[in-house]
Nanobody
Framework: QVQLVESGGGLVQAGESLTLSCAAS????????MGWDRQAPGKQRELVAT???????NYADSVKGRFTISRDNAKNTVYLQMNSLKPEDTGVYYC?????????WGQGTQVTVSS
């Protein structure tokens, strides 16, 4: 099992920045892809960004140019730097990791962007 603990969410105004962090623990050997999903109120969960162990990155079109995903393999931690936040970025952000074909998610951290 992999345990994931997210931190860094909060309430900000449009145009401001936040950085989310997610630390993995437990059975962490073999973790490949790490990433973030989000779910806005009344909407389906959507992929925000992913990063492989080799640092190949993928972003949702809606966040390209504003969000940056990174990871520290030594600390088993993934980060999401979010700049120029918009009200439509509001939602619960979930960290996720892939390990040997299985996926694990954290409990989520709330991000609220006011206009």
């Amino acid at each position: 099992q992999v345990q994931l603990v997210e931190s860094g969410g909060g309430l900000v105004q449009a145009g401001e920045s936040l950085t989310l962090s997610c630390a993995a623990s437990g059975s962490i050997s073999g973790i490949n892809t790490m990433g973030w999903d989000r779910q806005a109120p009344g909407k389906q969960r959507e992929l925000v960004a992913t990063i492989t162990r080799g640092s190949t990155k993928n972003y949702a079109d809606s966040v390209k140019g504003r969000f940056t995903i990174s990871r520290d393999n030594a600390k088993n931690t993934v980060y999401l730097q979010m700049n120029s936040l918009k009200p439509e970025d509001t939602g619960v952000y979930y960290c996720n990791v892939g390990r040997f074909g299985l996926h694990y998610w954290g409990q989520g951290t709330q991000v609220t962007v006011s206009s």
